[in-house]
């Protein structure tokens, strides 16, 4: 069973259109968080949720918006989507019981055309 | 704020070779240090961590990482790599205090070539 499992693999979508990135974790984790990886291969914190709770919100157009339904769920919607925001986009989740290492998701590449 | 330093954008090296990735980090209290592996068009994966005791730490695949607390680095090392190990390495760091997230550094590059 996946861990830190994300929906869609891959996602290419016009600029302008709204589009949701769904995040899953079956490992009882407390803390979830979205990060985000450019071109560049270089790795940003977007958004971290501790029990459904928004704790650290980087600089992030407000087109982000982290939902959290409950605490094995963060989902990522993203509103008018502009070809910046191609990239591929990291779930991941952590928790203090087990020494707080953070497991990663498989990505969701996103491409904006 | 933490930041975290790699080096080396790219290194290659011949199969067999032995390897070491620098990593520095910026943070004045205790951290946690990590050293995740990104194959090509995968997701990052744990290679090791450090969270206290022995600075030395092994972690999968033949990699190991050692702590120098008074250089502020986590090296990673291995004595010799295989064409497998082609891959994009990231060092990053957290804070020992709550669930902090990572702090990457920008990553190297790995090429073996055969």
């Known amino acids: 069973d996946t861990a830190v499992s994300q929906t869609p693999k891959y996602l290419v979508t016009q600029m302008g259109n709204d589009k949701s990135i769904k995040c899953e974790q079956n490992l009882g984790h407390d803390t979830m968080y979205w990060y985000k990886q450019d071109s560049k291969k270089f790795l940003k914190i977007m958004f971290s949720?501790?029990?459904?709770?928004?704790?650290i919100n980087e600089t992030v157009p407000n087109r982000f918006s982290p939902k959290s339904p409950d605490k094995a769920h963060l989902n990522l919607h993203i509103n008018s989507l502009e070809l910046g925001d191609s990239a591929v986009y990291f779930c991941?989740?952590?928790?203090?019981?087990?020494?707080?290492?953070?497991?990663f998701g498989e990505g969701s590449w996103l491409t904006v055309v | 704020a933490q930041s975290v330093s790699q080096h080396n954008h790219h290194v290659i090296l011949s199969e067999a070779a032995s390897l070491e990735l620098g990593c520095n980090y910026s943070?004045?209290?205790?951290?946690?240090l990590f050293w995740y592996v990104q194959y090509p068009g995968q997701h990052l994966q744990l290679l090791l961590k450090y969270f206290s005791g022995d600075p030395l730490v092994k972690g999968i695949k033949g990699f190991e990482a050692e702590f120098i607390k008074s250089k502020f680095s986590f090296n990673l090392r291995k004595p010799s790599v295989q064409w497998s190990d082609t891959a994009e390495y990231f060092c990053?760091?957290?804070?020992?205090?709550?669930?902090?997230?990572?702090?990457f550094g920008k990553g190297t590059r790995l090429s073996v070539i055969a």
């Open positions: 990053a760091v957290s804070s020992n205090s709550g669930n902090t997230p990572l702090v």
């Open positions: 949720y501790n029990n459904k709770e928004l704790i």
């Open positions: 943070y004045g209290g205790t951290v946690n």
């Open positions: 991941a989740s952590s928790s203090l019981a087990v020494g707080n290492t953070i497991y």
